[in-house]
């Protein structure tokens, strides 16, 4: 089966600027996920989809990031406008939303996306 | 409370060796422990997982071993190889959201 799919790979932007990355998540996925990766940490939940509907956005920054997932398939996050900080890889995963005993619902990661802010 | 802690940061392994990454966790509401490997320029990808009623879970080369009672877990790499050179992800998974909780990450180098 296909993959995750993200775009762009790579962006760079200037401080103050707005940017949006696109995620397309495995056929029939009802999980969508989005992370913040910071170079040398893990990756940081930043919003969770399931279907429509979020069921996790505490740790997205309102003030600036944005993220939709319209009729429950690709999703974009958006954040306007950036700072030196948002620099990272942001990562989309997408996961079944069912537990079988096979998959515990694994969560599958996209390539993500490479940010600079500068 | 939700935080995974991780370590070593760094790890040098000779090839054959035995590569050990260590976790620790508080949060009870755990339900899954899975380990994520990470090569540059990718996303992280499942590599082996252990559900909380179990102490150890081997496939192949990769083993982890779950004690409960302490709240720590660890991933043994048997007969590492330079392919397995990496970064290594432990996670802790929330039983009511699915949300991953990641640690800090270990950079594995395996020299030939």
């Known amino acids: 089966e296909a993959g995750v799919a993200q775009s762009p790979r790579y962006k760079i932007i200037e401080k103050r600027q707005s940017v949006a990355f696109w995620c397309n998540p495995i056929s029939g996925h009802a999980t969508l996920y989005w992370y913040q990766q910071i170079l040398g940490q893990g990756p940081k939940l930043l919003i969770q989809f399931q279907n429509n509907g979020v069921v996790d956005d505490s740790q997205l920054p309102k003030d600036r990031f944005s993220a939709e997932r319209l009729k429950g398939v690709d999703s974009t996050l958006k954040i306007q406008p950036a700072k030196l900080e948002d620099s990272a890889v942001y990562l989309c995963?997408?996961?079944?939303?069912?537990?079988?005993?096979?998959?515990?619902?694994?969560?599958?990661f996209g390539p993500g996306t490479r940010l600079t802010v500068l | 409370q939700q935080q995974v802690k991780q370590s070593p940061q760094s790890l040098i392994v000779q090839k054959g060796g035995i590569s050990i990454i260590n976790c620790a966790y508080e949060?009870?509401?755990?339900?899954?422990f899975p380990w994520y490997q990470q090569f540059p320029g990718k996303g992280p990808a499942l590599l082996i997982a252990?559900?909380?009623?179990?102490s150890e879970k081997k496939e192949g080369r990769f083993t982890i071993s779950f004690n409960k009672s302490a709240k720590q877990f660890s991933l043994h790499i048997m007969d590492s190889q330079p392919g397995d050179s990496a970064t290594y992800f432990c996670a802790g998974r929330m039983d009511s959201s699915y949300k991953l909780i990641f640690g800090s990450g270990t950079r594995l180098l395996v020299r030939p």
């Open positions: 252990i559900r909380p009623d179990v």
């Open positions: 995963a997408s996961s079944s939303g069912t537990s079988g005993r096979r998959s515990y619902n694994e969560q599958f």
């Open positions: 949060n009870t509401a755990f339900d899954y």
